[in-house]
């Protein structure tokens, strides 16, 4: 749900979203908020009340569209995306992973009206920084979850050594050539141990996790 659905048109177009709707893995639809609007200029924002600098989207729209999405699926869970919210991170698109339907309510300008934030089965925000658009934070949500779904990646195994998936980061990776710039692979991954290059890369994914955990 947004107020700039257009947004989405190349993001859902490529890549793993593509494939998903093509296998009907996944459906997207796209509503747009403006369509919910009753003057001519089809207006969805206004000034804040109390004063202060910016624009907030109008509840009005929001709830209309939100009752045509629900019109359909009453059972859909609804996200309004906020910097308010709970972190979104792995676990969290493992569980909307296993929901049937999800609407995301996208802001823009200075954010909603409060009375929006009531339509919310959760509050999520995609980390403690300020974007411009919801359409950003809601297309990365979709694609960490999409990506999920039984059939979607062709390798089952690919999501076993993701980041996050044990808790870890991802161990360092490389293909060919063996020496590039003076730069080398590790003696292990080219010795055909596999004993020796599953400890490897423990160890590191461990030292990577540690180490960034330390300087964040």
């Known amino acids: 749900m947004s ?26 639809e796209f509503v747009n908020i403006r369509d919910f609007t009753n003057d001519k200029h089809r207006t969805v924002d206004d000034c804040v ?33 906020t910097p308010e919210g709970k972190l979104f991170n792995q676990q969290k698109a493992k569980e909307y992973s296993q929901k049937k339907s999800i609407a995301f309510i996208c802001g823009r300008y200075e954010g ?20 411009s658009r919801g359409e950003l934070a809601a297309s990365i ?7 999920l779904l039984p059939g979607v990646l062709g390798n089952k195994e690919s999501l076993k050594e993701e980041s996050f ?16 710039r003076g730069l080398k692979v590790p003696d292990v991954l080219l010795s055909g141990n596999h004993a020796m290059i599953a400890k490897w890369r423990k160890e590191n994914s461990q030292k990577i996790t540690t180490r960034e955990v330390s300087d964040g």
Do not use: C, W
Not at 7 to 24: C, P, T
Not at 113 to 125: C, N, P
């Open 112 to 131: 909603f009206d409060e009375r929006v934030k009531l339509l919310a089965d959760e509050k999520i925000s995609i980390g403690q920084f300020i974007i």
């Open 3 to 28: 107020i700039y659905p257009k947004v989405f048109e190349s993001i859902f177009d490529d890549g793993i979203l593509k494939k998903a709707k093509k296998m009907h893995l996944a459906e997207f």
């Open 165 to 180: 998936e044990s808790g870890f980061l991802e161990y360092p990776q490389y293909t060919r050539p063996a020496e590039f």
């Open 49 to 81: 009340y109390g004063g202060g600098p910016g624009m907030l989207l109008k509840p009005e729209p929001i709830y209309k569209a939100l009752d045509y999405v629900k019109s359909k699926d009453n059972d859909v869970f609804t996200v309004v995306l």
């Open 141 to 147: 949500m979709v694609d960490a979850i999409v990506r």
